[in-house]
């Protein structure tokens, strides 16, 4: 036998055919009779093409030698050009679209796809990604010429996972991670909104808001990240975790990247600064509101718009509430502020009121001499709500002109004002009604 034969057969035992090859790294890519043509943009396409055939054959291979039982969950590639190459390389994102860069990337992972690569979270391939997204990956560069500095620099962005908890979740059903909650319906302004806000409801979480078309809400807007915030329902409680690049804002306040929040239910999201009032094409708002039961299947849009002049006034589910279908109001707050006159069902107890983004009701930041925890109803009777005033002895709650003590009880149909010393802003009042008074109306 000749030493070449015998090499050949070693060295095909190592050979993964369950990988897979770019069909641009085949032997037999002519023999369809069909010659690639050599456009403007073939440097960039070879780039790639070699970055991801040197991954199936070096960097795949390498790893499952030992990590055999895990697969690698691609999250994106990144293309940077050097000199002469970034002109192109700008025309070659504009002309293809996302949908069609992530196709072209399917086909060049081959049979790999399901078996050794995840693609559930992979988010396309562009010039550049959210920095702190990146962070949380594990990239796989390499020099592609190593005599001369290449036109085009490609990378590989993902982690390790383990292949069992990836084969629980079929390939492109990540839905099926996600876990059942109640209804949630948020009302949405951004660059798709003519009109008036548009209308999203979801009720699978964790779900991923951002502007990318792979997101659980497309939020469009020019300071909105691919993967900008998600949300989790946990307990009878929903939160959210910001992990954007400009930042995103609860009621007015700044969420710490990489922290996790509570939602107050009708809390205001702003995506890239506080207040989203305006400008909704650059800097979109939403709002949410968490319904009594789930949204019915496939009502992921709905044609109902919410009025433009009316805040949306969501039933207040908070913390500790008991299970959604046993719900039942208490009272009702009518509330004057600074957004106008919304209705707050109460639901749950205790029920925190002020402009800390933790509150039951959340007090618009405009209405600032209202305290973070301004009140706290912790009892309802037949006369009324057993209230602790933790802003008694700073920005006071009023009856009239008497202020009210470090505890009272609030009765049905009386008004009290809420942060009346300061002169700069406007207070908040707000009128405790029965349940019957409402039904009444």
């Known amino acids: 036998m000749k030493i070449g034969g015998l090499w050949n057969r070693i060295s095909s035992a190592f050979e993964r055919g369950d990988i897979g090859l770019p069909e641009s790294a085949r032997d037999d890519e002519h023999d369809d009779g069909i010659r690639p043509t050599a456009t403007r943009y073939a440097p960039i396409r070879r780039a790639v093409e070699r970055r991801v055939t040197t991954f199936l054959r070096e960097d795949l291979v390498s790893h499952l030698e030992i990590g055999f039982n895990e697969v690698f969950v691609l999250h994106y590639i990144e293309v940077a050009a050097e000199g002469q190459g970034a002109a192109e390389l700008e025309q070659f994102l504009e002309e293809f679209s996302p949908e069609a860069r992530v196709r072209w990337v399917k086909k060049l992972l081959g049979p790999a796809i399901g078996k050794h690569v995840i693609l559930d979270q992979f988010l396309g391939l562009d010039k550049e990604f959210p920095p702190e997204a990146l962070a949380e990956t594990d990239p796989f560069e390499e020099r592609l010429n190593q005599a001369a500095v290449a036109l085009y620099r490609v990378t590989l962005h993902g982690r390790w996972r383990s292949a069992a908890a990836a084969q629980s979740t079929p390939q492109g059903s990540a839905e099926n991670e996600r876990l059942a909650g109640p209804g949630l319906r948020l009302a949405v302004q951004d660059a798709k909104s003519a009109g008036g806000p548009r209308v999203v409801e979801i009720e699978h979480f964790p779900a991923v808001l951002g502007s990318s078309t792979h997101a659980d809400v497309e939020v ?91 805040p949306v006034a969501p039933v207040v589910v908070g913390g500790r509430s008991s299970p959604v279908g046993a719900l039942r109001t208490l009272g009702v707050l009518a509330i004057a502020d600074a957004t106008g006159s919304p209705l707050r069902d109460l639901i749950t107890l205790p029920f925190t009121i002020g402009r800390g983004s933790s509150q039951d009701y959340v007090v618009p930041d405009a209405n600032e001499g209202v305290s973070r925890e301004h009140l706290v109803i912790e009892e309802i009777t037949p006369l009324g709500a057993v209230t602790s005033n933790r802003a008694v002895s700073r920005n006071g709650t009023y009856c009239g002109n008497q202020a009210l003590p470090e505890r009272f009880v609030w009765r049905f149909g009386q008004e009290i004002v809420l942060g009346e010393r300061w002169a700069d802003a406007p207070p908040v009042s707000i009128t405790l009604q029965p349940v019957k008074a409402k039904e009444a109306a």
Do not use: K, M
């Open 220 to 310: 469009s807007g020019y300071y909105v990240s691919a993967r900008h915030c998600t949300l989790h329902w946990e307990g009878e409680q929903l939160y959210l975790s910001d992990h954007s690049t400009n930042g995103t804002w609860v009621d007015g306040e700044r969420v710490q990247r990489g922290s996790r929040v509570a939602l107050a239910n009708g809390a205001l999201i702003g995506f890239g600064r506080d207040r989203g009032d305006a400008e909704h094409d650059r800097y979109p708002a939403l709002r949410t509101n968490l319904l009594r039961q789930q949204v019915s299947l496939g009502s992921t849009a709905t044609p109902v718009t919410p009025s433009a002049s009316t």
